[in-house]
């Protein structure tokens, strides 16, 4: 409808020759999205263990402290409750280190948020990624996937 009121009465003509460009313009998207070096957004069971043992990442469990001292936590994270991971992630190296014993991360290096069952973690990883932590990720499983399948490991193994 645009096109016609634009091109008038020879719409017809102008925009046949209007949907080729567009329509190479949408090859040109597409095959761009091969070159893409942001790594997925949300990590599965297998890849956060993955990860895990390569030490590729830092882990950060952003559930209450209170819910990690009565239920748990994935070995290896650290906890930043989700209030705090902005101001954290903002915090001056030394200030971070002694806070949460942990070297501060850099903006290139690769975060994955963790919490109960992925919701606070997409948070977190959003908060992350608007601070120019562009490697943020999460873990949408959270700790009761996590729980559950190294559970069954446990049983497996038994």
């Given at each position: 409808?645009?096109?016609?009121?634009?091109?008038?009465?020879?719409?017809?003509?102008?925009?046949?020759?209007?949907?080729?460009?567009?329509?190479?313009?949408?090859?040109?998207?597409?095959?761009?999205?091969?070159?893409?070096?942001?790594?997925?957004?949300?990590?599965?069971?297998?890849?956060?263990?993955?990860?895990?043992?390569?030490?590729?990442?830092?882990?950060?469990?952003?559930?209450?402290?209170?819910?990690?001292?009565?239920?748990?936590k994935?070995?290896?994270?650290?906890?930043?409750?989700?209030?705090?991971?902005?101001?954290?992630?903002?915090?001056?190296?030394?200030?971070?280190?002694?806070?949460?014993?942990?070297?501060?991360?850099?903006?290139?290096?690769?975060?994955?948020?963790s919490?109960?069952?992925?919701?606070?973690?997409?948070?977190a990883?959003?908060?992350?990624?608007?601070?120019?932590?562009?490697?943020?990720?999460?873990?949408?499983?959270?700790?009761?996937?996590?729980?559950?399948?190294?559970?069954?490991?446990?049983?497996?193994?038994?």
């Open positions: 409808m645009l096109a016609r009121l634009v091109l008038g009465t020879s719409g017809r003509a102008a925009l046949g020759s209007v949907e080729p460009a567009l329509g190479g313009l949408k090859s040109i998207w597409a095959s761009s999205q091969h070159f893409c070096s942001t790594p997925p957004k949300g990590v599965t069971y297998s890849e956060l263990k993955s990860l895990l043992n390569s030490k590729d990442i830092m882990l950060i469990d952003v559930r209450n402290t209170w819910e990690i001292t009565e239920h748990g994935i070995p290896g994270s650290i906890n930043i409750p989700l209030d705090e991971v902005g101001e954290a992630l903002q915090m001056h190296p030394r200030d971070f280190k002694e806070k949460y014993c942990e070297v501060k991360p850099s903006k290139s290096d690769r975060l994955v948020f919490c109960l069952a992925g919701v606070r973690s997409k948070k990883m959003d908060t992350a990624i608007s601070l120019g932590f562009n490697s943020a990720q999460h873990y949408v499983g959270g700790w009761k996937e996590w729980e559950s399948y190294e559970t069954s490991e446990k049983n497996q193994e038994s």
